[in-house]
């Protein structure tokens, strides 16, 4: 399918829809998890681990005179046709809007709510929790069972439309394309016990660079 559309864009598309350059790359370093256990909090550890070694491999075989770097969910159903250019325009190092899900309440209503629990701010609470862990401990988000007392892109009243984070998710991630080239990727490590997106926006802030998300700026991930 992949190549079928490369050829459709490259040479069918109309030119304001023709890329320059159009390379499919892929590496999964031969790692498989049943998509039952993709949410589950003991393989999450291994599963990001291995997401940023792929994300690593994917930026140092790709990027060449780019200005800019998007990492972009495949299981989104929805977000502005304008979004690229809109993120563009805050000029941030890296920025992330605020990715929703929608379930049904046990009311049978359609309910919207944050899907990308990995986008959040240190509070003066989570670093007490961060305060008393050990070296090698992993911090992960969105469990009942560790509270990180973090603050995700709901947590923001309406007046606060740009926000800047700690952690970022990779649902839809614009980044300035000088923040890799500098030599910032995706731990695959433990860095500051963060790996894959939220080590990468931590990384990067160690760097010097701004992180920050839109509360109100919206997409949407479709329903697991």
Known sequence: MLIESRRWYQEQAPPELRFQRFDIYRQDFFYSLPRKQRHLREKQKERRTMMARARNYLWTRALQNEQWVLWI???LEYYPPNIVRDLMAYDKDVIVPNCLVRRRSI??????????????????????????LKDDDFMVEGYKSLKTHRRYLDHFPKNETIVPLDGVGG??????????????????WLFQHQVETEGFAKLAKAHGYGVYGLPYYYIRHVTD
């Open 73 to 75: 969910d495949g299981d």
């Open 171 to 188: 649902t839809f991630t614009l980044v300035k394309s000088h923040v890799h080239r500098s030599g910032v990727g995706f731990p695959a």
């Open 107 to 132: 009311h049978s209503r359609w309910k919207h709510t944050v899907y990308d629990r990995n986008a959040w701010q240190e509070t003066d609470q989570s670093r007490q929790v961060i305060s008393k």
